[in-house]
């Protein structure tokens, strides 16, 4: 089975959809993303170090983190989560600092699938059009891909 | 001078941009949202009832209203504050309880104008165009008009 990212964004809207699937149950990939213990060690690209100053996964909570590669250059993200249903739904802002006030809406949907794997789904919608292409042009799609990838080592060093 | 609300929402991407000038400053229209006993007053349209159960307006914080006519039906509305800056800017999500997570990132910013004035600037961006739509379909700009009228005549009862 093949479990890598596949992104789409379409031309006309400022979404992007995504899936992803793991060879772990929602359970578990709902944890790295809701306990800060385990958010830290995988989000973003490789070679970045991740700092979690606050991630509180509940419907009205908040999250910052910040992030350094070898340069030491410090980025930050922090947001708000509109509504979260545990091994479920997270629905959340998003903003990278370095773009203040492009703040993106972030769906993500977990979806057991037979064998003890799941589904992850998501839809990013971007305040414009622009945003979005900027956001792409960053790297975000590798980004996105790599945290995943080292979701799915996290959990397995973790059975 | 011509205060009227004006709402354009472009065809193929699931925005709603909108201008509403008022006869008082930025900070006497931003404190009317701001303020829960206040924000109950003005928010909807005319004949509704609107009972503020929380309206914490500041970055991180929550809201909810429930509103009910003549009929008695209780609509309700929730979200979260991912920036406030005093007198100058919101942006915050919104859900109508009555359509589950078909959540808006709500941009409202607050620019003072000659004379006493100012303008509020929005942009509503929608999880779908579908979305978009259902919201229009259901009143939204009249329900919106209206609301910003009962602002403009609380802030002259005040006055």
């Known amino acids: 089975m093949n479990n890598a990212l596949q992104l789409t964004s379409p031309q006309a809207a400022p979404y992007s959809d995504y899936k992803r699937e793991f060879d772990f149950p929602a359970a578990a990939v709902f944890r790295a993303h809701a306990d800060p213990a385990l958010y830290g060690q995988w989000i973003g690209p490789r070679g970045l ?6 991630l509180d996964c509940r419907s009205g909570g908040s999250f910052r983190f910040v992030q350094h ?20 739904f997270i629905l959340m802002t998003f903003e990278y600092e370095g773009f203040p006030d492009v703040v993106t809406l972030e769906y993500t949907r977990f979806e057991d699938l037979a064998g003890g794997r799941c589904r ?5 919608v971007f305040p414009t059009l622009e945003d979005r292409e900027r956001y792409l042009a960053g790297g975000m799609e590798s980004g996105m891909a790599e945290g995943y990838d080292r979701l799915e080592e996290l959990l397995g060093r973790a059975g």
Chains 1, 2 share one sequence.
């Open 49 to 54: 170090t991740t700092r979690v100053e606050q």
């Open 120 to 124: 992850l789904a998501g839809h990013s």
């Open 69 to 88: 590669g070898d340069d030491g250059v410090e980025h930050a993200f922090h947001g708000v989560f509109h509504t979260v249903r545990d091994n479920e």
